[in-house]
């Protein structure tokens, strides 16, 4: 069986209900992002940072400069859902963030450190939350659709497991 490189952990999938044991171990995988991120990362060369992670795809710099840029974004939708009335969040270019300077060519340890902070406020912010505000939405423009943070905790969740599957999965290929 071939893995497709674009998703090595599967896409996201969560059927039913969402449980307070299910956000507790989303919320351990939001806590644990920052080591994993650092140990896939530990050790790579500069030119092994500036590898793509797989044909046409993005360098493990730009992955990882991608991740914090990412949850810096949900963070702030969360913010948005708990403060605001189902409110539209601001969708970004992914792919156009991704070629900016700084994401190309930033040192890893500028997106290890903001992963490692926004991950220590986030857990915060996630532990302190009840179950009604876990049912709080938001609106989505782009996609026309209206997320529960609970489900996207589950996303972000899979996101970190996602990427870092996308730079250990380039390790053992290449042998690092």
Known sequence: MTIDLRYPVGKFSHEGEITPSQREEWIREIEQLPERLAAAVSGLSQDQLDTPYRDGGWTVRQV?????????????????????????IKPYDENAWAQLEDTRQAPIEHALDSVRSLHARWVLLLRSMSDADFAKTFYHPENKRVSRLDRTLGLYAWHGRHHVAHITGLRERMGW
């Open 64 to 88: 990882a400069h991608h991740v914090a840029d990412s949850h810096m974004n949900s963070i702030m939708r969360f913010k948005l859902a708990l403060t605001e009335s189902e409110p539209a």
